[in-house]
């Protein structure tokens, strides 16, 4: 067997990454996770929470929530060093402090695409796709 050029692995991963997605954010994820996988457990399962509430109510998605996930876990990551309670990261309400964290970061393409279908939807609903059409 031959090896392949690196023409042809590029072009491969590009047809790969057409349906898969960026292999290198995947790497990026992967070790996210697993400096999480090293914080004492009660970090890690506030992180694993946080996870979780951004994977249904984040507005970030592909890189830009990469970049996310990667600041949360400095801040995971620093706040176990220094031993500060759980409590003093988060606040009183975790759910106020995940959505001020969040507001650091653009909307992501899939949130803009269905605010704007919704918007739209509700615009030809009050007539008012036909009257710009005019």
Known sequence: MTPESTEEKSRYRR???????????KKR??????RMERLPGNYRTAYDALERYLMFFGRA????????YEDLADLFEQSAANAT???EVFGDDPVEFVEAFIQ????GRW???ERERFTSAVARAAGEAERRAS
């Open 29 to 34: 994820y992967r070790q996210v996770k697993a």
């Open 61 to 68: 998605d592909g890189p830009l929530a990469l970049e996310m």
């Open 111 to 113: 949130m803009a695409k």
């Open 15 to 25: 047809y790969l990454e057409l349906f898969t997605g960026s292999l290198d954010d």
């Open 104 to 107: 650091n970061y653009p909307v």
């Open 85 to 87: 309670p759980i409590r």
